[in-house]
C-alpha cells in the first residue's frame, strides 16, 4: 500500500469480481492496447457511475465486459485494496461470485484465462490487485 501525500487525493471507487468456477479456478482478463496498464491481468469490472451502488455496478460492469449474468445476491464481498494514483486515490472493492447465467467472453479484453489462485502470483497484474492474490488463496 502506497500512502499517498497530496492533501485531498480524489477517491476513485473501482468494483472488481473474483469469479470462482467449480474448480476452484479465477478469472481474470487482460488490459486493451490503448488502456492505461495495457497488457497487465485484471479482475474484471470498473467504475460506479454516479447514483450507483457498488454492487448495482458490478452487475453492469460484468454485463457489459463478459456478457454474463449476474445478480446482486451473488456476490459476496471479499476483500479490499487502496492505492495512491497520482492525484487520485483508488478504492479497489472486490467481491467473490460463484454463480452467474451465460458464459464469459472478452468483450473488452483482449483475453480471459481462468488461473488457481496461487497462479495469479505468475501473472502481471495492476499494483492494486496484487494483494489481493494471498486473500483470494484462502477463500477458494
Keep these: 500500500m502506497t500512502i499517498d501525500s497530496s492533501p485531498n487525493p480524489t477517491p476513485l471507487i ?5 469469479l470462482i468456477d467449480a474448480e476452484g479456478r ?7 492496447p490503448g488502456k492505461p496498464m495495457a497488457g497487465l491481468w485484471e479482475f474484471p469490472g470498473g467504475k460506479l457511475d454516479p447514483g450507483e451502488t457498488p454492487e448495482a ?3 453492469r460492469e460484468l454485463g457489459e465486459e463478459l ?3 449476474v445478480r446482486d ?3 459476496t464481498p471479499a476483500a479490499f485494496a487502496s492505492e495512491a494514483l497520482g492525484e487520485r486515490h483508488l478504492l479497489l472493492l472486490l467481491y467473490q ?3 452467474w447465467a451465460g458464459v464469459p467472453e ?3 479484453a483482449t483475453a480471459l484465462r481462468w488461473v488457481i489462485p496461487a497462479g495469479l502470483r505468475e501473472l ?3 499494483p492494486a490487485d496484487e494483494p489481493l492474490i494471498g486473500l483470494l488463496e484462502k477463500l477458494v
Design 14 to 18: 473501482v468494483v472488481a469480481a473474483a
Design 26 to 32: 479465477v478469472l481474470v482478463q487482460r488490459r486493451p
Design 57 to 59: 455496478a458490478l452487475c
Design 67 to 69: 456478457g454474463i449474468t
Design 73 to 75: 445476491a451473488a456476490l
Design 97 to 99: 461470485v460463484r454463480d
Design 106 to 108: 472478452a468483450r473488452h
Design 124 to 126: 502481471a497484474m495492476p
